[in-house]
């Protein structure tokens, strides 16, 4: 698949999962399965100070309005998992391995390495890249957008830090 087209992909993914594009609109040419409208949840230990230090992370939550043209009854997912890295309220790596359960009980298991967060306004604009490593879609490119909404970076400067934090995402497999 070339780099234009996994571009194109990933800015109308990220799109859907701001709400800005349905997720039907990304043609089965160009992407395997596309879900929006989810919702996900992470837990951060110890929680997101000013200092950049180890984090374990955990993720959970799901995905629905998922369109994958060879599969019309894959309607949803849940997924959960988690990671490490070093990270801060400003900037971090926390690279997850994520299983995803899909509608008709099989899994995909993803690991997201590369990202970008933008915090723009007290909220946290999140752009993942991955790989699926095993189950359905394997050895296809992952692209996951996270809007956090309930980031209250007041407590960025309190020793305990910011441990949960949530809001929409969505997920495409390319």
Known sequence: MNRRLVSAAAVLSLGAGL??????????????V???SGNQTQR???????????????????????????????????????GQGKANCLLGALPTT???KWSDGKTSKIYFQAGVDAKPAGQSVVVVNGVVTAGEY???????????????????????GIDETGGSTDLIIL
């Open 98 to 100: 994520v299983t995803y």
């Open 138 to 160: 394997e050895g296809h490119q992952a692209v996951k957008h996270i809007l956090l909404t309930n980031v209250d970076v007041t407590k960025c400067a309190t020793p305990d």
């Open 19 to 32: 709400g800005l594009v349905a997720p039907g609109s990304v043609s089965a040419q160009e992407a395997l």
């Open 34 to 36: 596309v879900c929006g």
């Open 44 to 82: 951060y230990s110890p929680g997101l100070t000013y200092t950049t230090r180890d984090i374990a992370i955990h993720v959970s939550g799901s995905v629905g309005n998922c369109a994958d043209p060879g599969r019309p009854s894959r309607s949803y997912a849940t997924f959960e998992g988690s």
